[in-house]
């Protein structure tokens, strides 16, 4: 079987170098193994320039297939040089070639010898344009996943993700998409990543027009690891420059939410909330929406969340908060 296969990856036509291609995934570890040894990955990456869609899909699947679990071969797909092609597919107008194409990138990029190589290459700048282009939530996942790999490179977020417009394709994902969702609750976290890593990054996030209103709405109606990454980007903001973002989050009308994260979130969000409540509540009355922050009511506030102690907060305790809550939304 092997030997077949190696055969017409090598010498068959299209359609048998297909069927090669399918046959590889069924083989075991170490017949795989034995296949890159003889050099399989360099006539399957030449399928990838192949204009029949079915060769294309069948390739992707093969190193997808070579790749798993191995890392020495996510560095072999990277050295036989398969980047320029992959990075060339996200211009194919088939769906499942750019759901495997992403796939592939995902699977390479979590090896660290790779993530420089594949971030200098231009692909940062394709995955950031190919987020808000696709219709496939598989898609923007494997893309998120992607960014984070190559994220986990100190080196590598200022110069090439920062710079190639991620910040901005992230909120506009996070603005459009279900707060409440996995996709945002990802983005999210790749959001505060990228502004607690970089300053540069912290910049354009805060320079983004619509930024503060869209993490404020995150923090209203996101998951709980929504909530905790979007208050946890915010004060970012209001600490790095807090006089103009301080009651640029006011007015957005944040104070509801946040009050009730300080209350209900997970552990790091309670303690996010508190400290940006507390360079929020050093400001007397800013107008929001349509009714005045009532400072007093804020104090209150305040005062029965620093009471609280512990995980949980007693069921009386809670209802008082929430009940002042309400007051600053009338």
Not at 3 to 17: A, S
Not at 80 to 88: C, F, H, Q, T
Not at 244 to 257: A, F, H, N, S, T
Not at 283 to 288: D, E, I
Request: net charge negative; charged share 20%.
């Amino acid at each position: 079987m092997e030997k077949e296969v190696v055969e017409n990856l090598w010498n068959g036509d299209t359609k048998m170098q297909v069927q090669a291609a399918v046959e590889l995934r069924k083989l075991n570890r170490k017949q795989r193994h034995n296949l890159v040894e003889s050099g399989v990955m360099v006539p399957l990456i030449s399928m990838l320039h192949y204009e029949n869609f079915e060769a294309i899909e069948a390739a992707l699947c093969a190193l997808l297939s070579l790749a798993f679990g191995s890392e020495r071969n996510k560095s072999r797909i990277i050295n036989s040089g398969a980047l320029p092609v992959l990075l060339n597919l996200f211009h194919c107008e088939s769906e499942t070639v750019l759901e495997l194409n992403v796939a592939t990138l995902l699977t390479i990029s979590s090896c660290n010898s790779n993530k420089v190589a594949i971030a200098s290459s231009g692909a940062i700048q394709l995955l950031a344009q190919f987020l808000n282009t696709t219709s496939s939530t598989q898609s923007q996942l494997d893309t998120l996943a992607t960014l984070h790999n190559l994220s986990t490179r100190q080196e590598i977020i200022t110069p090439f993700i920062v710079s190639s417009g991620v910040v901005l394709s992230l909120l506009e994902l996070i603005h459009r998409s279900e707060k409440s969702s996995t996709l945002v609750e990802k983005a999210i976290g790749l959001l505060e990543h990228i502004v607690t890593s970089s300053k540069s990054g912290l910049c354009e996030a805060a320079s983004i027009g619509g930024a503060v209103r869209t993490l404020v709405e995150t923090i209203e109606d996101g998951s709980f690891q929504s909530k905790e990454h979007a208050v946890g980007t915010l004060l970012l903001f209001c600490q790095s420059w807090r006089e103009k973002y301080r009651e640029m989050i006011l007015r957005e009308g944040v104070m509801p939410g946040l009050l009730q994260l300080s209350v209900d979130g997970t552990w790091r969000a309670k303690n996010l909330a508190k400290k940006l409540l507390l360079l929020l509540r050093d400001c007397s009355n800013y107008s929001s929406t349509s009714k005045q922050i009532d400072h007093e009511v804020v104090e209150r506030i305040m005062e029965e969340i620093d009471d609280a102690e512990g995980e949980e907060v007693a069921e009386t305790t809670l209802r008082m908060v929430e009940e002042m809550v309400a007051k600053l939304s009338t």
